[in-house]
């Protein structure tokens, strides 16, 4: 099991940027792929991005693509996600996500990642 904790969220205006840290604990960092999920109020969790154990290979949803960035540092056991040109509809509480032992690539699938940070908060006002 990984333990991972996230940083970073908060009240932004629309167009602005932030960026989110997610820390993690417990198993060799480089070996397993890094995802971000997204929860909206009401709403299922949603696949953000994702980023393979190497780093090499990224995969974004649609609706981010351009304006946001996976990336991750493996000496630091980090993956961040830069958010730039924040929309009101990129609210919600965002979720770092580790990939199940032997995921070395970059997955969507919400069942490739099995241990769970407890999530930030990011608001973005119109």
């Known amino acids: 099991q990984v333990q991972l904790v996230e940083s970073g969220g908060g009240l932004v205006q629309a167009g602005g940027s932030l960026r989110l840290s997610c820390a993690a604990s417990?198993?060799?960092?480089?070996?397993?792929?890094m995802g971000w999920f997204r929860q909206a109020p009401g709403k299922e969790r949603d696949f953000v991005a994702a980023?393979?154990?190497?780093?090499?290979?990224?995969l974004y949803t649609d609706s981010v693509k351009g304006r946001f960035t996976i990336s991750r540092d493996n000496p630091k056991n980090t993956v961040y996600l830069q958010m730039n040109s924040l929309k009101p509809e990129d609210t919600a509480i965002y979720y770092c996500?580790?990939?199940?032992?032997?995921?070395?690539?970059?997955?969507?699938?919400?069942?490739?990642?099995?241990?769970w940070g407890q999530g930030t908060k990011v608001t973005v006002s119109s």
């Open positions: 980023i393979n154990s190497n780093g090499g290979r990224t």
């Open positions: 417990g198993r060799t960092f480089s070996n397993y792929a």
């Open positions: 996500a580790a990939g199940r032992s032997g995921l070395g690539y970059a997955s969507k699938a919400i069942a490739d990642f099995d241990s």
